[in-house]
């Protein structure tokens, strides 16, 4: 039977991991190379890259990153951050990725899902979704570029369309949890389950495990996180090991 | 130091399945040259992407009868996801469109009831793999030797015959236990019955 997934995810900026909250205020939180391969031997099941330089020299450094990690790495890696355009995706899988993650550029030209998928396959292609709870009405709302532009629409309605535009995975990051350690937003994760049948990977908010068998009984198909595993407070396995006994299945060492 | 050719059927995740035998310590290369794809001592069929879009790089270059007549003479032949199903006679995925036919089955879409792509990792035999696929080949042809894993129902994960190894999963993506099916490949010879 599938397993659900523990992802750790590395926020790259030129060449370097770094860490913030809220998408802002990010730290210097070590090489991703090293990073990468201690979270193999830990019992990642998969990797995220997220390319947070937005800038055209960091999307350049990235590439370099990405072929250096792909190198030592021998589990998926799914990078994501910036990409603008079908070229862009192209090379990030040539360098090493195994799927790329299309965010604000989706929102512009959904039709950029499309048409990566019918060149490589909707497996490859990842729509990263950030949302927001819409102020001053109920709902969730599809931030971008960081979560500094509200863009007002629907982000469930955005994750129903996913599928039909050709995406392959959902990756579902909830702007207000995120660097908070207070728990992903199983509120969102309930209704994104509700209308779409995509694997759905939860993000923003994990401080430990039962915030992910919390997601994961909300419906998440696999659950990532960031700042617990560069602190070295904890390790995927023993994250799994606790999943476990709470009847999840993983990816036993 | 063994020769590994990589062929390349357009994008796929050549850079993975590459680094996977770079780090086994291969004379590793990508080609989709028909003639150093007959002569080569190991070749990887790899494979993202449709059923339809796959026949068609493999018949613009010509590749189709060369890939068909290494397995014939049991040279050694890995075909990877995409590069398993094209083994196959056809698939749901993409009807009208001939596979090689080295597999007399057909491949067929996952059932509704559970999540497409199964994107992650399932158990097969004493391990756990990587997948990434909404198709799949249902029993184990006659003929096979082989491995069944779950998704809502059995499906194969891998197939041997002779030389020839075909795994639904990704060894390339699949930690420790894919390396070793992948070293474990790498012991076939040409001609000889079983690895």
Known sequence: ?253 | MKEVQIIDTGIANIASVKAAFDRLGCNTAITNNADVIRQSEYVVLPGVGSFGAGMRALNRFGLGQVIVDRITSNAPLLGICLGMQLLCSSSEETRGVNGLGIIDAEITRFPNSVRTPQHGWNRVSDGYAYFSNTYRLSTIPDGWDGELSFHGESFVAMLRRGTTLACQFHPELSGDWGKNILSEWLQCREGVSTC
């Open chain 1, 1 to 253: 039977m599938l397993t659900t997934r523990v992802i750790p995810c590395l926020d790259i900026k030129n060449g370097r991991v770094v860490k913030g909250i809220r998408f802002a205020n990010l730290r210097d939180a070590g090489d991703p190379v090293e990073q990468a391969v201690r979270y193999e031997r830990e019992g990642a099941d998969e990797l995220v890259m997220l390319d947070v330089s937005a800038t055209i020299e960091g999307a350049s450094t990235a590439l370099d990153v990405v072929s250096a990690v792909r190198e030592q790495l021998s589990i998926p890696l799914s990078v994501g951050g910036g990409v603008r355009d079908t070229q862009h995706a192209l090379n990030l899988l040539k360098a090493g990725a195994d799927k790329v993650g299309i965010n604000s550029a989706a929102v512009r030209n959904p039709n950029l899902i499309t048409e990566l998928a019918s060149e490589v396959g909707s497996q490859c292609v990842v729509l990263s979704i950030d949302a927001a709870s819409r102020i001053g009405s109920d709902g969730w709302e599809v931030v971008t570029h960081a979560g500094t532009f509200r863009t007002g629409i629907d982000a469930v309605e955005w994750a129903q369309s996913a599928e039909v535009i050709g995406a392959g995975e959902i990756l579902l990051t909830s702007f207000d949890q995120d660097g908070t350690r207070s728990g992903y937003d199983t509120a969102l994760l309930r209704e994104i389950r509700k209308i779409t049948s995509l694997p759905t990977i939860a993000s923003g908010g994990a401080d430990g495990a039962q915030h992910m068998v919390d997601a994961i009984r909300a419906g998440a198909d696999a659950v990532l996180a960031a700042s617990i595993f560069h602190d070295q407070r904890t390790t995927p396995n023993e994250l799994k090991l606790k999943l476990a006994q709470s009847g999840i299945e993983v990816r036993k060492p």
